[in-house]
């Protein structure tokens, strides 16, 4: 029979303060990565940029989480949790001080370069509090505590997406109009004082990390490890990841949600800007979701486990996925920018319960597997940019057809919300059966 390495944590001492520590990680995180939703279609208008170039923004980031998640778990491998947390800060640090920079030559590439940077710090934050929030405790209730810095996460999302809107899209409809009439010279000069208000916002935003990164060193953090499951009659203790079926289909079905969750997130602003709704309104539409998914959140912490498993959260949360979906195609106008909010109902339990199901008897191989986990975030850096293609694509040819570019504009953005089904069934498929996948040793 096999044994813990050691005693869950919860067993020992209370833990809510390490909770509190991890969800004021969670809320930085949070805030940094969506506030895209602000960023992708002011370096649309900055850059003179197509939609599938404009989602470069969200690639940019997410990429860093395939490039950095091994050396992720190596780096707290060789340092631990806490200290891997406070480098991650820094590194973010550093990615905000780009944008100074970038600013500066109003560069895309440079700006995707500290968007980037500042990913791959994320990486190394959600490598090491992710795991570690899922073992601070008993497994059956890890849902409810990630679904508690899901909360966290979404409010900082929120308002990062509210302070960035106003910061970053203000008037961007006034400046739009302008640039359509003036010279070359003019055109230039009103880009570059567009992009000139990243500058302050960034700078604060560095600062603010560097001390973050600082204080977490000095934190009391308990140490965990994970457990591994009790061996049956005839079988011998695991010896490669790749003896863990149900950790890479979690892989995969969390890849697909990561692009799902970034899709309903990312792309909202600018959906409801080719509807020719106002973008004083529009740069609103991101704090939807966010408000979905901390409702959902809430219910999770109130439900899980107590009244429902994470299992049936998950599979509940597929389904809503698929309906939401399909009803995004068949609405149009204000009302199916509605249901486009409501994926965050459907996505906000998806990543709590993928987490401790595809965790769950990993021991020894729990960081490599929170390694592959986290590369599945990936999913946010592939998945919108085909969706921006395909808008490009249906516009092209809904324009060659003798469609106006406002209908085209608008008809491409609802049509191409398609990706997002066989999202969510493969979601389902993991939720049904996937989950349940082992392999046998003997």
Same mark, same amino acid.
Request: net charge neutral.
């Given at each position: 029979m096999s044994k813990a390495i050691d005693m869950p944590i919860a067993q020992k001492q209370s833990s809510l303060f390490p909770i509190l520590v991890i969800a004021g990680l969670f809320f930085i995180f949070g805030f940094i990565t969506w506030i895209n939703g602000a960023l992708i279609p002011f370096m649309k208008t900055i850059n003179e940029l197509t939609d599938a170039q404009s989602y470069l923004v969200a690639s940019a980031s997410y990429i860093s989480f395939v490039v950095m998640a091994l050396p992720a778990s190596f780096i707290i491998?060789?340092?631990?949790?806490?200290?891997?947390?406070?480098?991650?800060?820094?590194?973010m640090a550093l990615g905000a001080l780009l944008f100074i920079p970038a600013a500066e030559a109003r560069t895309y590439w440079v700006f995707l370069t500290g968007i980037f940077i500042q990913g791959a710090g994320m990486t190394l934050l959600q490598t090491a509090s992710n795991p570690y929030i899922t073992i601070l405790g008993p497994i059956e209730s890890a849902a409810k505590r990630i679904a508690i810095m899901g909360i966290a996460n979404k409010v900082a999302g929120a308002l990062g997406s509210v302070i960035f809107g106003a910061l970053l899209l203000s008037g961007i409809d006034n400046i739009k109009e302008q640039l359509s009439?003036?010279?070359?010279? !003019?055109?230039?000069?009103?880009?570059?004082?567009?992009?000139?208000?990243?500058?302050?916002p960034y700078i604060v935003m560095a600062l603010v990390l560097f001390i973050l990164g600082i204080l977490i060193r000095k934190v009391n953090l308990p140490h965990v490890e994970a457990e591994t499951e009790d061996l049956k009659d005839g079988e011998t203790a695991k010896v490669s990841i790749?003896?863990?079926?149900?950790?890479?289909?979690g892989v995969i079905a969390l890849f697909v949600y990561v692009g799902a969750e970034v899709i309903a997130g990312d792309t909202i602003i600018s959906y409801g800007i080719s509807l020719n709704l106002p973008v004083e309104e529009a740069k609103f539409f991101t704090l939807f979701t966010l408000m979905a998914m901390v409702f959902t959140y809430a219910l999770g912490v109130f439900l899980i486990p107590k009244y429902i498993s994470q299992v049936l959260a998950l599979r509940v949360s597929a389904v809503l996925g698929i309906l939401f979906s399909i009803c995004i195609l068949l609405t149009s106008g204000f009302t199916s920018v509605l249901f486009v909010a409501a994926l965050g109902i459907a996505n906000a339990?998806?990543?709590?319960?993928?987490?401790?199901l595809a965790l769950k008897g990993l021991g020894k191989f729990t960081k490599t597997g929170s390694a592959l986990l986290i590369m599945a975030i990936s999913g946010g850096a592939l998945i919108p940019p085909l969706y921006g293609t395909l808008v490009d694509h249906k516009k092209e040819a809904l324009l =060659? +057809?003798?469609?106006? $570019?406002?209908?085209?504009? =608008? !008809? $491409?953005?609802? +049509?191409?919300?398609?990706?997002?089904?066989?999202?969510?069934?493969?979601?389902l498929f993991y $939720?049904?059966?996937?989950?349940?996948i082992r392999f046998k040793t003997s």
């Open positions: 491998g060789k340092i631990g949790y806490k200290k891997s947390m406070s480098l991650g800060l820094i590194i009439t003036v010279d070359a010279t !003019e055109k230039a000069s009103l880009l570059n004082q567009m992009a000139d208000s990243v500058v302050m790749f003896q863990f079926p149900h950790l890479w289909l339990l998806v990543w709590p319960a993928i987490w401790p =060659a +057809s003798g469609t106006d $570019a406002l209908n085209s504009a =608008a !008809e $491409a953005s609802t +049509s191409s919300y398609w990706i997002l089904i066989p999202c969510y069934v493969l979601i $939720a049904l059966y996937g989950h349940k």
